[in-house]
C-alpha cells in the first residue's frame, strides 16, 4: 500500500534552517509528481512547493520563494525540502502528498512533521 | 491566483441528517475542483476529484457536484465518523494551488 512518511521537523530558531524528508514505499516513486502542503495550528491547508517526477519541474508558493528548495532521489524514493531563513509564520505541520494526475490531485497524504519557528 | 471561499464555516448536524456544503471559486475552475476530509490529529484524506468522482473507497453517501464557479459536497446521512473538517481545492489554474478555508461539520 502506498505510504508517505515525513520526518525532520522540529524547533527552529527564526533565522535559522530545517530539512524536511518524505519516503515513499508502495508506488514507483518516480513516475509521481510530489508536493509539499502546510498546515499552520489550528488553519487551513497552503500548497508550499511542488516538483515533477524527472525534477525538470518545480515551483513554489509565494509565500517560500527564494528560501525553499525543492528535490527528490528516484533512487532513494525521498522527497525533501530544504527550509531557510524560517520565520515564525513557517511554523505548521509540513505534509508531503502523492500528485496523481500531475495536475494537482493529491491522492495520498502523509501523517506530517511539525516545524515551530520560535526563539 | 483562484480564491476558494466555503460556506458555512461551521455546520451544526445530528448523525443522520443530510449535509450540504458550498465551495465558490472567484473564477471558473471548469470541473476541476477536489473534496478532501480531514478528522482531528489526522491527515487529509481524497473524497471527491474533478466535481463529482468518488476516490477509491469513499462511501456513496458523498457525492459531489457543479462546474464553473460553485460546487457542493452532499453528505445524505451523516455517520458518526464523518464529523469532521472538510476542504475544497482547485487545480485548474495553478501553481499555485489553492485550498479552501474550510467547513467545520460538528455533532449537534
Known amino acids: 500500500q502506498v505510504q508517505l512518511v515525513e520526518s525532520g521537523g522540529g524547533l527552529v530558531k527564526p533565522g535559522g534552517s530545517l530539512r524536511l524528508s518524505c519516503a515513499a514505499s508502495?508506488?514507483?516513486?518516480?513516475?509521481?509528481?510530489m508536493n509539499w502542503i502546510r498546515q499552520a495550528p489550528g488553519k487551513g491547508l497552503e500548497w508550499v512547493s511542488y516538483?515533477?517526477?524527472?525534477?525538470?519541474?518545480?515551483n513554489y508558493a509565494d509565500s517560500v520563494k527564494g528560501r525553499f528548495t525543492i528535490s527528490r532521489d528516484n533512487a532513494r524514493n525521498l522527497l525533501y525540502l530544504q527550509m531557510n531563513s524560517l520565520r515564525a509564520e513557517d511554523t505548521a505541520v509540513y505534509y508531503c502528498?502523492?500528485?496523481?494526475?500531475?495536475?494537482?490531485?493529491?491522492?495520498?497524504w502523509g501523517q506530517g512533521t511539525l516545524v515551530t519557528v520560535s526563539s | 491566483e483562484i480564491v476558494l471561499t466555503q460556506s458555512p464555516a461551521t455546520l451544526s448536524l445530528s448523525p443522520g441528517e443530510r449535509a450540504t456544503l458550498s465551495c465558490r471559486a472567484s473564477q471558473s475552475v471548469s470541473s476541476y475542483l477536489a473534496w478532501y476530509q480531514q478528522k482531528p490529529g489526522q491527515t487529509p484524506r481524497l473524497l471527491i476529484y474533478?466535481?463529482?468522482n468518488r476516490a477509491a473507497g469513499i462511501p456513496a453517501r458523498f457525492s459531489g457536484s457543479g462546474s464553473g464557479t460553485d460546487f457542493t459536497l452532499t453528505i445524505s446521512s451523516l455517520e458518526p465518523e464523518d464529523f469532521a473538517v472538510y476542504y475544497c481545492?482547485?487545480?485548474?489554474?495553478?501553481?499555485?494551488?489553492?485550498f479552501g478555508g474550510g467547513t467545520k461539520v460538528e455533532i449537534k
Open positions: 474533478d466535481a463529482s
Open positions: 516538483i515533477s517526477s524527472n525534477r525538470r519541474y518545480i
Open positions: 508502495g508506488f514507483t516513486f518516480s513516475d509521481y509528481y
Open positions: 481545492q482547485q487545480r485548474s489554474n495553478w501553481p499555485p494551488l489553492t
Open positions: 502528498a502523492r500528485d496523481r494526475t500531475e495536475g494537482g490531485l493529491l491522492d495520498y
